[in-house]
C-alpha cells in the first residue's frame, strides 16, 4: 500500500471543513492521513473537534509574532517538524506570505465558498445573490500569493432559489464544500493529478457529471 501522504489542516474558526477532511482520512484507504490541526487563535472550536478526533492540535498564535513574516516562518517551523507533505487551508483566516506560498507552492489546497473566479474574497453569498446567478458554489484550488487565486482542482455548483438568503444559500454551498473538499483532496494525496503552468491536469480523470442546468424548462 502507498503511504498516506502527511497532512496539515490550518484553521482560524469552528473547522466544519475540517471535520470533513478527518471524517474521509478516518478510512486507511483514504490517501492523506491527517497528523495535525494548527490553529493561529487559541480559542478556535475546531482545536477541541480535532482533539475529541484523536487528532495533534498546535496554537501557532498570530498576535504572539511581531509582523506576518515572522508568524510564517514559526508555522513553517511547526510543519516542518511534523514532516507535513500537504497543506488543507480550512476557515484559515490569514493571508499568507509570498515567501510562505513559495515554499510550499503546489503544496497548499484551499476550499473557498463561490464559483472562482467569481466572487474571490468575502461575503461572497450575498454578493452571488445581489449579482442574480443561477448557480452558486464552491471551489477547490492550490494557493497563490494573491488571495483567492491558483490553479483549480475541483469545483462543486448548487442552484440559487429565488427565495434565498445568505445564510439559506450559505447552508446549501457548505454541504457541498463538506463532500467537495475530502474528493478534491483524495485526487491530489492519490497522486491523481498535475499541475502545468497555472491549469491541473488529471492523469486519471473520474468521469464527468451530466451537466446541472437551474432552472430546467
Request: glycine fraction near 6%.
Amino acid at each position: 500500500m502507498t503511504a498516506r501522504r502527511r497532512t496539515a489542516v490550518l484553521v482560524s474558526g469552528r473547522g466544519s471543513n475540517m471535520a470533513a477532511l478527518i471524517a474521509a482520512a478516518a478510512d486507511p484507504a483514504y490517501p492523506a492521513e491527517i497528523v495535525r490541526v494548527i490553529s493561529n487563535r487559541p480559542g478556535a472550536g475546531a482545536l477541541d473537534r480535532a482533539a475529541e478526533a484523536g487528532i495533534a492540535t498546535l496554537v501557532v498564535d498570530h498576535k504572539a509574532h511581531a509582523d506576518r513574516a515572522a508568524f510564517d516562518r514559526a508555522l513553517d517551523a511547526a510543519l516542518a517538524a511534523d514532516a507535513v507533505e500537504l497543506v488543507c487551508l480550512a476557515g484559515f483566516m490569514r493571508l499568507l506570505t509570498p515567501w510562505f506560498v513559495e515554499r510550499w507552492r503546489d503544496r497548499i489546497v484551499n476550499i473557498h465558498p463561490a464559483l472562482l473566479p467569481s466572487f474571490k474574497g468575502l461575503d461572497t453569498h450575498a454578493r452571488a445573490l445581489a449579482a442574480g446567478v443561477r448557480l452558486h458554489g464552491c471551489t477547490v484550488h492550490l494557493v497563490r500569493a494573491e488571495m483567492d487565486e491558483g490553479p483549480i482542482l475541483a469545483q462543486a455548483a448548487v442552484p440559487v432559489l429565488d427565495d434565498d438568503t445568505p445564510d439559506s444559500l450559505a447552508a446549501r454551498v457548505l454541504g457541498a464544500e463538506h463532500r467537495l473538499y475530502p474528493a478534491a483532496v483524495a485526487l491530489y494525496a492519490g497522486g491523481r493529478l498535475a499541475v502545468e503552468g497555472e491549469r491541473v491536469r488529471f492523469a486519471d480523470a473520474p468521469p464527468p457529471p451530466p451537466m446541472l442546468v437551474w432552472p430546467e424548462a
